[in-house]
C-alpha cells in the first residue's frame, strides 16, 4: 500500500507552487492560478492569504473581464527582501544588488588581481560585497542571500568549484569560503547556467522552453534548457560545448586539450587574430569601437571567428535542436556584427535549415547576464527556503 503524502510536505509543495506562478507570471489572477496550477479553491485561497499576510505577495488592482467581476490581480512582492549577485570573470567581478525580482538597486565592477589565487580572488570579492553593504541602509527589505556565477565547472549541490581553466581552479569549495567572509547564505553555479536563466526570468527567452545561452567572453560556456528547465546531465556538468574539439591537431587550450572552440571563437581568440591581421593589440573596448568605424581588419576578424563559432552552434543544433540560440558576454555585444555570418553558414550547413528558421540572437541581458542569473540564484534558493520554513511555523 503506498503511503500518504505528509500534510505539512504538501502544503509546502502547493505554497512553492503557487508563489511561483505569482512570481514568475505577474500580474495573475487567482482564476489563472487556479487553472494553472490545479488547486481546489479552498485549498487555493488558504495558500493566498498566508502569502499575503507574510507579505510575499500584494494585490495590485483589477484585470480584464468580458463577463462578470473583474478579478483581482496578484503580484509578487519584490521589495520584501535583497540580495547579492557576483559574477567572477576571468579579468573582473561584477556585483549587484536587487530586490527579489532581480530589479538592480545597485551596482559595482572591479577589476580582478593580477593573481588569480583562491585567496586574493575571495579578498577581493569582500571588498567589492563591502562597497555594496554601504549602500544597503538606503535600501528595502534585508539582506537574504549571494549568488555567485563562476566560469567553469561547477557542483551546484555543494558549491563547489570543480574545474575552471581560465582561472586556474581545482576543487574550490567556494559556497562554503565566501559563507564565512561575507556571513550570508551562498550558492554558487556556473555563469552560462546562470546568464541562461537569467535571460528565461527577465530577458527574451520568456516564452520559449527550449533554448541555448552561449557565454562567450573570454572563455565560452553554454547553458541549456530544455522544456523549461535547466539541462544539466548525470553529474551536474552538461553544457561545456566551448571545450568541444574542433580540431585535433588545434592550438592547446587552457583545459589541457587540444584544439577545442574556445580557442578559436572566444573574445581572446578575436582579439589575437586582429592583433596579427593589423599588427596592433587593442582592447575589447577599442576593438568595438574599429567596428563601429567599419575598420575592415576588425570586421575580418569579426567574420572569422563568426565562422568557428557557427560550427559549434552547427553542432548544438543537430544536437538539441533549441528554438533558439543566444549569444551572451562580450561577443554578444558584437551581434550586429557577429550574427549575419553565423546565420549564413548556419543556412549553409544545417540539417535542419530548410525545416525550421535559424534563430540566432544577442542576449538581451548583454554582458549582464550572468551577474542577474546570480542574483536570481539566490533569490530563487531564499524564496523556497523561507516558504518551507514560514510553512512549518503555520
Known sequence: ????????VMKEINRTLVLDLIRLRSPISRTQIARDSGLNKATLTALINDLISEGY?????YGHSDVGRKPVLLRFNGQIGTVFGLDIGVDYLKFVVTDL??????????????????????DACVLGFDACRAHLPTMQGALSGVGVAVPGLVDHRSGTVLHAPNLGWH????????EERVGQPVW?????????????????????????????????????????????????????????????????????????LEVYASERAL???????SGKAVSFESFRELLLASNPDAIASTARIASYLAIGILNLLNGLNPSAVYIGNQLGRLGHWLIPPIVQTLSERSLTANHAAIDIRS?????????????????????SRNLRNLGRTL
Open 1 to 8: 500500500m503506498p503511503k500518504s503524502v505528509d500534510q505539512t
Open 57 to 61: 505577495v500584494l494585490e495590485v488592482g
Open 101 to 122: 525580482t532581480a530589479n538592480v538597486l545597485f551596482a559595482h565592477e572591479q577589476t580582478l588581481p593580477d593573481s588569480t589565487n583562491v585567496a586574493a580572488i575571495l
Open 171 to 178: 576543487d574550490v569549495p567556494l559556497q562554503s569560503l565566501l
Open 188 to 260: 554558487v553555479d556556473n555563469e552560462a547556467n546562470v546568464a541562461a536563466l537569467a535571460e528565461q526570468r527577465y530577458g527574451s527567452a520568456r516564452d520559449l522552453a527550449d533554448f541555448v545561452y552561449i557565454s562567450a567572453g573570454i572563455g565560452i560556456g553554454t547553458g541549456l534548457i530544455s522544456s523549461g528547465r535547466p539541462l544539466r546531465g548525470a553529474n551536474g556538468m552538461a553544457g561545456e560545448f566551448g571545450h568541444m574539439t574542433i580540431d585535433l591537431d588545434g592550438p592547446l587550450c587552457r583545459c589541457g586539450n587540444r584544439g577545442c
Open 271 to 277: 582579439l589575437d587574430h586582429f592583433a596579427r591581421v
Open 363 to 383: 542576449s538581451a541581458l548583454a554582458d549582464n547576464a550572468s551577474v542577474i542569473g546570480a542574483a536570481a540564484l539566490a533569490i530563487d534558493h531564499h524564496v
